[in-house]
């Protein structure tokens, strides 16, 4: 066990009667403190080279720790810019299809009135046309109507009936009796040749 300063501070030496120390004894405490102060000094070198290892490990960890505050920081800095690089970009983007949006929207709506007033035309210009239509058609039915009253008028005149009465004699009559001098009027001799033709007399203006 390793000598202690009080140890060594109270240390008395056994005195021969010459009252001299006992060299041996002084030499054998001696050989114990210097063994002592040996092992002292092995330990306290030892400490410090634990102390100065334990220095420069705590240097590099508070620079390590520095540099990893800085990097945090960088990191934190170049993350905003890229935040707000990215909501610019995003806000950018978002504006530019709004108004893309908006233009489509707006070249559909021209289109779309476009077609409906192209649309609208044609439909009236059809509806004129069949206004039209139905107009030449109602004045082309008058007129068939008056022209086929005036046929049955006619067909109920006295000149209508003398000539159907005048024809019945030379429908029945032969070939040979062309020769011979003709009764028929001449009034309705004209439209008999060699058989009865049906004559259509259409309606003058008056008539109408």
């Given at each position: ?15 021969r009667s010459n009252k001299w120390y006992d060299r ?185």
């Open positions: 066990m390793a000598l202690t300063p009080q140890e060594i501070h109270a240390k008395e030496f056994t005195t041996m004894e002084v030499n054998e405490f001696l050989d114990q403190v210097v063994t002592d102060y040996d092992s002292l000094m092995q330990e306290n070198a030892m400490l410090k080279t634990k102390l100065a290892d334990a220095d420069a490990a705590s240097s590099q960890v508070e620079e390590m720790k520095q540099s990893v505050n800085s990097s945090i920081l960088i990191a934190q800095e170049a993350a905003d810019r890229l935040k707000k690089q990215t909501e610019a970009e995003s806000e950018a983007t978002l504006q530019q299809a709004q108004a893309e949006a908006q233009r489509i929207v707006m070249e559909a709506n021209t289109k779309a009135n476009a077609l409906i007033s192209d649309s609208q035309r044609k439909n009236e210009g059809l509806v004129l046309q069949h206004d039209a239509l139905e107009k030449d058609m109602t004045t082309f039915k008058s007129k068939l109507e008056g022209m086929l009253q005036a046929q049955i008028d006619l067909l109920k005149t006295d000149e209508w009936a003398a000539f159907t009465k005048a024809a019945k004699p030379l429908a029945q009559a032969k070939p040979a009796v062309q020769s011979q001098p003709s009764t028929v009027p001449s009034s309705a001799a004209t439209p008999v040749e060699s058989s009865v033709e049906t004559v259509v007399v259409f309606p003058t203006d008056e008539q109408k």
